[in-house]
């Protein structure tokens, strides 16, 4: 794995009063949606050391690449 790896922080709804879903979500860590859902994406950020993506920190190296080296 070379560089920062990039993920979206999202906010996704388990539907009003259903607790089923919330549940399921809690319990296996995972939530399926329809294909056509959108998700408003909150934050992105580098999995690996957690710094927040913008034009600076794109194109600098991933410290957690580093010190694993």
Do not use: F
């Not at 809690?26 to 992105?44: D, F, M, Y």
């Amino acid at each position: 794995m070379k560089g920062h790896q990039w993920v979206g922080a999202a906010l996704v709804g388990m539907g009003a009063g259903n607790t089923g879903r919330a549940e399921h979500a809690a319990r296996t860590g995972r939530h399926v949606l329809p294909a056509s859902t959108r998700i408003e994406v909150l934050e992105v950020y580098c999995a690996s050391c957690r710094v927040r993506y913008d034009a600076q920190t794109r194109t600098a190296p991933c410290s957690a690449m580093m010190t694993r080296a």
